[in-house]
């Protein structure tokens, strides 16, 4: 089945640091990727997403790149902000040809960021 | 609009009794989720509606779950005979047919069974 594997958290940076959060994933086929952030006492909210191999997903600084050959969609953002303090999750949704339309996520990433 | 908004917020209630949750989609999106995340865990798939009909289920959702959307807008959620294991957040969203992906989530309804 279809799983998403993200790195264990917390991870605390300092503002302005430089922000990797690892996912990688296992699916069937080409799936569409995703990154949501929860914010705390918010809904989840999509970050950005990417719908084929090589795409790169982009939005508020952050960026992930569907990367096939490892199986990988890693968040990056290049200095990260106080208000970027919020759990990340990575999902993936099945490929267009397998009729559902159900995400599977991460676990979840929380990060904290410092002044 | 004002988005996916769900009803109530929290809800605490005794081993055995049930208990039912509301979920309002955005009005022009015809399709709409239940999610359930625990402590810790991502959000776990448990149905979708297109309009009316109920198309997927999870083997998560047991006969004790059930969920309805009668006239394609607001949806339920209804939990019979809840146990300590239930307790958790249920998420609902909704999207266009037009955009599958394109999960509008609402801020969820915290269950805790005593």
């Known amino acids: 089945g279809n799983s998403v594997t993200q790195m264990e958290g917390p991870v605390t940076l300092s503002e302005e640091a430089f922000l990797t959060i690892n996912c990688t994933y296992t699916?069937?086929?080409?799936?569409?990727l995703f990154w949501y952030v929860q914010y705390p006492g918010e809904g989840l909210q999509l970050l950005l997403k990417a719908t084929k191999a090589d795409d790169k997903g982009s939005n508020k600084g952050f960026e992930a790149t569907y990367r096939k050959e490892t199986t990988s969609f890693h968040l990056e953002k290049g200095s990260v902000q106080v208000s970027d303090s919020a759990v990340y999750f990575c999902a993936l949704a099945p490929y267009s040809g397998a009729g559902s339309y159900q995400l599977t996520f991460g676990k979840g990433t929380k990060l904290s960021v410092i002044p | 609009d004002t988005g996916v908004s769900q009803d109530p917020r929290h809800k605490i209630t005794k081993r055995g009794q049930n208990v039912t949750f509301r979920c309002d989609p955005i009005s022009e999106h015809n399709r709409l989720y239940w999610y359930r995340q625990t402590l810790g865990q991502g959000p776990e798939f448990l149905t979708y509606f297109q309009n009316e009909a109920q198309l997927e289920k999870s083997r998560l959702l047991s006969d004790r779950f059930s969920a309805e959307r009668p006239k394609g807008s607001f949806s339920t959620l209804e939990i019979q005979r809840t146990e300590q294991g239930d307790s958790a957040m249920y998420l609902c969203?909704?999207?266009?047919?037009?955009?599958?992906?394109?999960?509008?989530f609402g801020s969820g309804t915290r269950l805790t069974v005593v």
């Open positions: 699916a069937t086929g080409y799936p569409s």
């Open positions: 969203a909704s999207s266009t047919s037009a955009d599958n992906y394109g999960y509008t």
